[in-house]
């Protein structure tokens, strides 16, 4: 019998480095949430995905469950689907990902628009709801749409940006944040986790020290959502958007969700005002009255097809419990440090992490000056990391979709290709 390349590579990882192919395995075997590695369809030719931090995995029932909507949901029951259940999709799911993943009641998230636009709608409308004051407080390394779209409102209504410039792998701390808010500051706006380093922020403090300073509050979750337990509720946050396909892999272009506070929704007004947040949606009136509650928050049609691939995800991380997700994350980018420690620090690798897993979130990152051409090789070889500009990779270890023996797979290639390019 020939060995399959899966094969192959776990028998070449075990002989290079026996002590951690033991501990994989051996991590691997106590893993509670091993069993849901098989929910994942299968990626001919991959022997390690590591990108489950920018594009998650499609569930193996993913073809069935498209078939299904195209023919029952869509091609039978045809427009009236609207009625029987997609009108009501945005918010249901809203609440889905509330309860499974943010900490949050019902009534205070939707499913719509892309985080950018999301972004757009909710820093537009916290700058509205604090007259007289013209500051945006942002992180210097947020993610660009993130300061881009802030720089494009601060353009609009005549405001400021003030960076926060934290530490590059610690992240954002309250201290930072108290140095720079103020009686002018209108709003926050940072990421749970960064998207570089992996540095997960203290939300409940920094929340209060933006509260303490009369500002409003929100987070980017793109990179926390589905693998960082949060208690949105309990923690006062005030504004919050988030993507579906990167943990919750809802599939390449899935729809962004936002959470507003239900005690702000009377005074938030966001400003792209279509049909879907009017009042009466089918009273085609002429003019426009926003209705109550989150609903509000929503503009045009919802883009149904695109909201499926997340709903099993949904449903398989409130199977294995948030809690246990995040243990496992924490198990996964642990081992990822040791076998960084011993295959890639000897080879002049940097660690761009913090090493306290309490302050990381679901990837790490590391840093060499030949990653550009090792990530191109090993993209070639089935091994899937991400490069992040100017020489990071950032191994993304997904929770349910990878286990122990993958991620030292992925980081024996990148030793391997940075020992052949020598
Ligand atoms: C992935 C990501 C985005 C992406 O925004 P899109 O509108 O979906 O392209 C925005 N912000 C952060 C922090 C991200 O990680």
Not at 82 to 101: C, K, N, T
Not at 333 to 340: E, G, H, K, P
Not at 407 to 422: E, F, K, N, Q, W
Request: net charge negative; with cysteine; hydrophobic share 45%.
């Amino acid at each position: 019998m020939t060995e399959s390349p899966e094969d192959e590579h776990r028998r070449v990882a075990g002989i290079l480095s026996p002590d951690l192919a033991s501990e994989a395995a051996r991590l691997d075997a106590a893993d509670p949430l091993a069993r849901h590695l098989s929910a994942f369809a299968e990626a001919p030719g991959v022997t390690a995905y590591l990108d489950g931090n920018s594009l998650g995995r499609p569930l193996a029932d993913m073809p069935e469950k498209v078939a299904q909507f195209i023919r029952d949901d869509w091609g039978t029951r045809l427009i009236r689907s609207w009625d029987e259940q997609w009108m009501e999709l945005p918010m249901r799911l809203g609440d889905r990902i509330a309860s499974v993943a943010l900490g949050a009641a019902a009534g205070q998230t939707v499913v719509a628009d892309s985080t950018s636009v999301m972004l757009y709608k909710l820093i537009r409308a916290a700058v509205a709801a604090r007259p007289g004051r013209d500051e945006i407080v942002i992180e210097a390394g947020n993610f660009p749409t993130d300061r881009f779209i802030a720089a494009g409102i601060a353009e609009e209504v005549g405001a400021t940006l003030r960076w926060v410039e934290p530490d590059e792998i610690t992240g954002v701390s309250v201290d930072d944040m108290r140095a720079v808010v103020g009686e002018r500051t209108a709003l926050v706006v940072l990421s749970h986790v960064d998207y570089r380093s992996g540095a997960l922020a203290d939300m409940a403090s920094i929340t209060a020290a933006a509260h303490d300073a009369g500002a409003l509050m929100l987070w980017d979750l793109c990179h926390s959502v589905g693998v960082v337990p949060m208690q949105l509720d309990d923690w006062g946050v005030d504004l919050a958007v988030g993507c579906t396909y990167k943990y919750l892999n809802g599939g390449p272009g899935s729809p962004a969700f936002g959470y507003v506070r239900s005690e702000l929704q009377d005074s938030i007004r966001q400003p792209i005002h279509g049909w879907w947040s009017a009042a009466d949606i089918f009273a085609m009136g002429p003019e426009y009255a926003p209705v109550p509650g989150i609903r509000q928050l929503l503009s045009g049609t919802p883009p149904v097809m695109s909201m499926l691939g997340m709903q099993g995800m949904l449903d398989l991380i409130d199977e294995a419990g948030i809690g246990a997700v995040r243990a496992k994350s924490i198990s996964l980018t642990d081992f990822a440090v040791r076998a960084y420690d011993e295959l890639l620090a000897p080879l002049d690798v940097r660690l761009l992490s913090t090493r306290d897993a309490a302050g990381r979130g679901g990837h790490i990152t590391i840093g060499h000056p030949s990653f550009q051409r090792v990530t191109q090789e090993l993209w070639g070889q089935g091994v899937i990391p991400d490069f992040r500009f100017p020489d990071g990779i950032r191994l993304g270890l997904s929770p349910l979709s990878t286990s122990h023996e993958e991620t030292l797979r992925g980081v024996v290639a990148v030793r391997d290709a940075l020992l052949a390019g020598r």
